[in-house]
């Protein structure tokens, strides 16, 4: 029988749409329409599915699932025995303690002996141990942001984005205790058959994430400030080097990072790099 893997999948959330996309831009054609709990892939062994990000480092763990998309924040929560496969670069957030905004705050020795809401009780016990702090935590499963304005709690432990939730609910943010981000999961004791089909799938996405960090940059300069400009342009080897029609001018072709993208272009003007052109790159192997 052929070998298909498995994928939790978060069925509607935040993380959702963005683990999809991933999956489509990977080149994996699959239908989720009509609020389904599973579906297929048509063009790759891979079935889907759709569960509360709550359940899938549990469902990973048993091998309901082989693999699974989920907040790191949820993976840590739950504790479960399952492997980080990779990070996926969305969904980023931070888990937080805040409290209202007139309370004086000098640091977390400022919360010994405070109630603290929160649904992620277990990533907040340690946090709390670790900086020998004794708090009452009470464990609540939405709204985190109203128990101190209902007097349920003095302080809340709470997933922060903007931050704008925590502002209209007359709090303020003190502490971050943990960075998360969505990541790819894995049971650990995959057969040998569906490893490498994890490896096909993660080759895949690497080919994605490094498109996405990167553009493809083509420029026009005069050839003496050639030398210049390549030192700025590194590309995957080296940059190309075409002649235009008009002599004594070269197009370079090469690829850039989005991180250092607006401080190469500046310096790329200064050297006299002219009519530049950037374009996204859809997929890169490296
Ligand atoms: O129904 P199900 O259990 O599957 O979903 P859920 O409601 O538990 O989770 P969901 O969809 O809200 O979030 C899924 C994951 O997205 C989380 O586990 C995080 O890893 C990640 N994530 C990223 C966030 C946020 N950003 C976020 N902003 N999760 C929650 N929030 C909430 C937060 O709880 C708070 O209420 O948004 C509010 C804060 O946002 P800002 O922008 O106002 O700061
Ligand atoms: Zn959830």
């Known amino acids: 029988m052929n070998t298909i893997l498995r994928i939790a999948i978060q069925k509607s959330g935040r993380l959702s749409e963005s683990s999809l996309n991933l999956i489509k831009e990977c080149g994996i054609r699959f239908s989720n329409g009509g609020g389904k709990l599973k579906s297929s892939s048509t ?3 891979l079935e889907f599915l759709f569960l509360r ?15 699974g998309i989920v907040g790191e924040n949820e ?19 931070r888990l937080s303690l805040a409290i209202p905004k007139s309370d004086d705050y000098n640091d977390i020795q400022d919360l010994d002996g405070k109630s603290i809401a929160t649904s992620y009780p277990n990533i907040l016990k340690s946090y709390l141990a670790k900086n020998n702090i004794q708090a009452e935590i009470h464990e609540i499963s939405g709204s985190v942001e109203i128990a101190p304005g209902i007097g349920l709690a003095e302080a809340i432990c709470d997933i922060v984005s903007s931050g704008s939730t925590l502002l209209s609910n007359g709090l303020k943010e003190v502490e971050t205790i943990f960075k998360s981000e969505a990541v790819l999961i894995a049971n650990k004791t995959l057969t040998r058959e569906k490893q490498e089909l994890v490896n096909q799938l993660t080759f895949r996405m690497d080919a994605v994430q490094t498109g996405k960090n990167n553009k493809y940059i083509l420029l026009n300069a005069p050839n003496d400030k050639l030398e210049e400009i390549i030192k700025l342009l590194p590309g995957m080897k080296s940059p190309t080097v075409l002649p235009l029609a008009r002599s ?39």
């Open 248 to 286: 004594g001018w070269s197009s370079i072709h090469s690829v850039i990072t989005e991180d250092e993208f607006w401080e190469r272009i500046q310096n790329l003007r200064e050297v006299g790099a002219q009519g530049i052109l950037i374009v996204p790159i859809e997929k890169m192997i490296l």
């Open 75 to 93: 993976m840590a929560e739950k504790n479960k025995d399952i492997e980080v496969v990779k990070k996926l670069g969305f969904s980023k957030c």
């Open 43 to 45: 063009n790759f062994p």
């Open 53 to 67: 990000d709550d359940d899938i480092p549990g469902y990973v763990e048993d091998g309901v699932a082989d693999i």
